[in-house]
């Protein structure tokens, strides 16, 4: 039902970014989507990865702040208002969305967005009551 994402706290430096994705590679984990949004300071890299456990351990073993978080993939209808119509029942429930990112691949012509509902419960609930389909981790993790 929800999928843990990886955020990680960088420095916005030259360099920081690849190291992540160094440390990540050299420890067998697989980046499934990922966004950044930075300051002048600092980044917020979020990441849907294939092993969330592993790759908090490898990035704390480098001095990174890390933290998982329950997100939800969504299977929405790739074509113009798609994302409205999943938008729109998650207003109706009155969840808010903190965030979305689109995430890389698709499931049968279909687009894939992960989303961070303020109340993850209710969007789950909203969702099922209107058949959107969202994936489960072992869904997600292996793409």
């Given at each position: 039902?929800?999928?843990?994402?990886?955020?990680?706290?960088?420095?916005?430096?030259?360099?920081?970014?690849?190291?992540?994705?160094k440390i990540?590679?050299?420890?067998?984990?697989?980046?499934?989507?990922?966004?950044?949004?930075?300051?002048?300071?600092?980044?917020?890299?979020?990441?849907?990865?294939?092993?969330?456990?592993?790759?908090?351990?490898?990035?704390?073993?480098?001095?990174?702040?890390?933290?998982?978080?329950?997100?939800?993939?969504?299977?929405?209808?790739?074509?113009?208002?798609?994302?409205?119509?999943?938008?729109?029942?998650?207003?109706?429930?009155?969840?808010?969305?903190?965030?979305?990112?689109?995430?890389?691949?698709?499931?049968?012509?279909?687009?894939?967005?992960?989303?961070?509902?303020?109340?993850?419960?209710?969007?789950?609930?909203?969702?099922?009551?209107?058949?959107?389909?969202t994936l489960?981790?072992?869904?997600?993790?292996?793409?």
């Amino acid at each position: 039902m929800f999928i843990k994402q990886v955020s990680v706290f960088i420095e916005n430096v030259p360099g920081k970014l690849s190291e992540v994705t160094k440390i990540l590679g050299e420890n067998g984990v697989d980046i499934s989507a990922l966004t950044l949004a930075d300051t002048t300071d600092f980044g917020i890299l979020r990441l849907i990865v294939n092993d969330p456990d592993k790759a908090c351990a490898a990035l704390r073993e480098h001095s990174f702040i890390v933290k998982l978080s329950d997100v939800v993939a969504v299977v929405i209808d790739d074509k113009p208002g798609g994302l409205t119509a999943v938008l729109d029942i998650l207003g109706s429930a009155q969840v808010s969305v903190e965030y979305l990112y689109a995430f890389v691949g698709s499931q049968d012509g279909h687009a894939v967005v992960v989303l961070r509902p303020d109340d993850a419960l209710a969007a789950v609930k909203a969702l099922e009551e209107n058949r959107v389909s969202t994936l489960e981790p072992k869904d997600i993790y292996r793409i």
